[in-house]
């Protein structure tokens, strides 16, 4: 009786084994069906991944490969980026050779990766050694307005602008931050801090860089305020207008918009290098904001800097930031530091072919080339033309070729991010750059098996 309890116990325990599996895998392509992704759940899909992990870990041998392979099934689709599904040979030219696994391709943010290549080709050039007695002080030079400056950091700054001739160093004052979006907001502080009835309106023209409107009303300043798009501004007050160029999301170059008396301007200039546009003159103006994320690569740096002209300015740019998070990692210094050396060394020593922004210029290039050869053949999308100008830098003309496509759904297609969702390509709509839901921000700058994979899908699409 025992032998028999025993057999009906494993043999039942099996059959209620595979019925939770085929009920999650149900579940799981209802869920792939139905799940209408936002911004933020898209931020956070580490936290799905590793919630998922919990709830489908197996308790016994016979049902690990089937909840293994549920378990794979829903992390690609939460957060395709960290799915093994993704660790694919990036050697990939051919868009036709690519293998399209049904994973979801989030070309949502402007997550880095394609200069994943160049910087592991370049071996042990920006290796980084910190011993464990380095870097325990707060203070970096306490002669230096800006005290939690690294020396090197600042040397290596300002040798790349002089390099690339794309800002003036002169008389500046450099400010460094946890990513430009830090500076960013220090400079709202900086602006506004002196005092006001009411707050200062925080303007930009559309389409605008979605994060600067979440980032203002996220913060319920009393000092400041969102008051929209730069062009419908006329109010008789002071101001502040944030201006991005190259424009992140279409590419464009900008220039002030209000244009008027009392206006105070944060010029963002992540991607004024030469692998993006045409350097046509040094940018000379009051703040200028630049990140390591866009210039190298490396966002999980968390490294940007300011030049500004004003040393008051400077001064509450600093406060800000010692208040915030009193002072900047000093390791994320010594490391972009050694990062903008190779950058420099490889402009001014390394020859054409490896000079870094030479061989990011040719991978960009390429991609735009097969984007707008996809665009034309699919009919459903349309991409921006840019004008061609001479860059100083290269010592050549060519047209601006930006981080992001800027693409607008044509035909009867109202809302482009949910028919690329379809396809399992998730954007950021244009609805949060102030335009119409038929745009849609697509990232330039994923691995090239993503890339190449976003490249066929959309040959092949069809209304």
């Not at 600042?154 to 002089?162: F, S």
Request: charged share 20%.
């Amino acid at each position: 009786m025992g032998k028999g309890l025993e057999v009906w116990s494993v043999k039942h325990l099996l059959m209620v084994s595979v019925a939770l599996n085929v009920w999650l895998v149900l579940k799981l392509m209802s869920y792939e069906r139905e799940s209408n992704f936002t911004t933020e759940q898209i931020f956070h899909g580490f936290c799905a991944e590793e919630k998922l992990h919990k709830q489908l870990s197996p308790s016994s041998s016979s049902s690990t490969s089937m909840a293994a392979a549920v378990a794979e099934k829903a992390i690609n689709f939460l957060n395709p980026s960290t799915s093994s599904h993704t660790i694919i040979n990036d050697d990939v030219n051919d868009d036709d050779d690519v293998d399209d696994d049904g994973r979801v391709i989030n070309l949502d943010h402007g997550d880095p990766t394609m200069y994943e290549r160049y910087w592991e080709q370049a071996g042990d050039k920006t290796t980084v050694t910190i011993s464990g007695w380095q870097s325990m002080s707060y203070f970096s030079d306490v002669r230096n307005l800006c005290w939690f400056l690294e020396p090197e950091f600042a040397k290596e700054v300002t040798r790349l602008h002089n390099v690339v001739g794309n800002a003036i160093t002169q008389n500046r004052h450099i400010v460094v931050g946890t990513g430009s979006t830090q500076l960013f907001q220090a400079a709202l502080y900086a602006l506004s801090s002196s005092g006001g009835i009411e707050p200062i309106s925080v303007v930009s023209a559309t389409p605008y860089y979605s994060f600067y409107r979440q980032v203002v009303e996220y913060m319920k300043s009393g000092l400041y305020k969102w008051a929209g798009d730069a062009s419908n501004f006329d109010k008789d007050e002071p101001y502040i207008e944030l201006i991005t160029s190259p424009n992140n999301p279409d590419g464009f170059m900008r220039q002030p918009v209000v244009n008027r008396s009392g206006g105070m301007l944060i010029h963002d200039f992540a991607y004024y290098w030469p692998q993006y546009t045409p350097i046509t003159s040094p940018a000379d103006h009051e703040i200028m904001l630049f990140t390591v994320s866009k210039s190298t690569g490396h966002a999980g740096m968390r490294i940007g800097w300011a030049l500004v002209k004003d040393e008051e300015v400077a001064k509450k740019m600093t406060k800000f930031i010692e208040l915030s998070s009193i002072g900047v990692s000093k390791d994320s210094q010594l490391r972009a530091a050694k990062i903008l050396q190779a950058v420099s060394d490889s402009c001014e020593h390394g020859g054409e072919s490896r000079s870094f922004f030479e061989v990011s210029y040719q991978n960009i290039a390429g991609r735009w080339k097969k984007l707008r050869e996809a665009v034309k053949e699919s009919g459903i999308l349309s991409t921006p033309e840019f004008p061609s100008a001479f860059c100083q830098y290269k010592n050549q003309t060519f047209s601006t070729q930006p981080a992001f496509a800027w693409l607008k759904c044509e035909e009867e297609v109202e809302d482009c991010e949910n028919f690329l969702r379809s396809h399992k390509i998730l954007t950021r709509s244009g609805k949060h750059f102030g335009m119409s839901p038929k745009y849609v921000r697509i990232s330039m700058l994923d691995r090239d098996s993503n890339y190449g994979l976003f490249i066929k899908r959309l040959s092949a699409m069809r209304l």
